[in-house]
T-cell receptor, first 113, second 109 residues
Framework: DVKVTQSSRYLVKRTGEKVFLECVQDMDHENMFWYRQDPGLGLRLIYFSYDVKMKEKGDIPEGYSVSREKKERFSLILESASTNQTSMYLC????????????FGSGTQLSVL | EDQVTQSPEALRLQEGESSSLNCSYTVSGLRGLFWYRQDPGKGPEFLFTLYSAGEEKEKERLKATLTKKESFLHITAPKPEDSATYLCAVQASASKIIFGSGTRLSIRP
């Protein structure tokens, strides 16, 4: 069965800390995504990676960076966490040959205090 | 501007009471419309993809339809286990997938 695994289910960090969110997929998908989900705002794209070492900014990249050194792993980095980055973070992957459905991880609920 | 609007925000139904969820969209070039189901504390799970007006897809008690401006997710004789948030998304390009805010569906036994 297809699987996207996010390293932490819940995370609590302090303002100013550097935060790493990890995502691993086992489907050999080229495309990977990082979204954040906030009540009433839906899912908003932070970064998209279309292949290893390739990335594209999404709608809200400010305050975030990403790393894709291996095909299966896509990391989201909060350089200096702020309270307005408290959110649910969702990672997803997709087969680029079909450009079809996204496979999501279970999400990381990040609280920045 | 590309946009996806879902209505209603929340819907409470009695078990067996059929209804429909709406997804209205404006997008410069539709490359697919998707429906996902999301349970509390979990990531969205894929339900359907629709590509062209007039297309319909069915799965158990759910049926998705598509016109040039909107999509409907019809739920027939729902059960409590159908309670979830249903998300609509449109794909405008390979990287641009615009999600609606979702409809929270609650089915009372």
């Amino acid at each position: 069965d297809v699987k996207v695994t996010q390293s932490s289910r819940y995370l609590v960090k302090r303002t100013g800390e550097k935060v790493f969110l990890e995502c691993v997929q086992d489907m050999d998908h080229e495309n990977m995504f990082w979204y954040r989900q906030d009540p009433g705002l839906g899912l908003r794209l932070i970064y998209f990676s279309y292949d290893v070492k390739m990335k594209e900014k999404g709608d809200i990249p400010e305050g975030y960076s990403v790393s894709r050194e291996k095909k299966e792993r896509f990391s989201l980095i909060l350089e200096s966490a702020s309270t307005n980055q408290t959110s649910m973070y969702l990672c997803a992957s997709r087969d680029s040959s079909t450009n079809e459905k996204l496979f999501f991880g279970s999400g990381t609920q990040l609280s920045v205090l | 501007e590309d946009q996806v609007t879902q209505s209603p925000e929340a819907l409470r139904l009695q078990e067996g009471e059929s209804s429909s969820l709406n997804c209205s969209y404006t997008v410069s070039g539709l490359r697919g419309l998707f429906w996902y189901r999301q349970d509390p504390g979990k990531g969205p799970e894929f339900l359907f993809t629709l590509y062209s007006a007039g297309e319909e897809k069915e799965k158990e008690r759910l049926k998705a339809t598509l016109t040039k401006k909107e999509s409907f997710l019809h739920i027939t004789a729902p059960k409590p286990e159908d309670s979830a948030t249903y998300l609509c998304a449109v794909q405008a390009s390979a990287s641009k997938i615009i999600f609606g805010s979702g409809t929270r569906l609650s089915i009372r036994p």
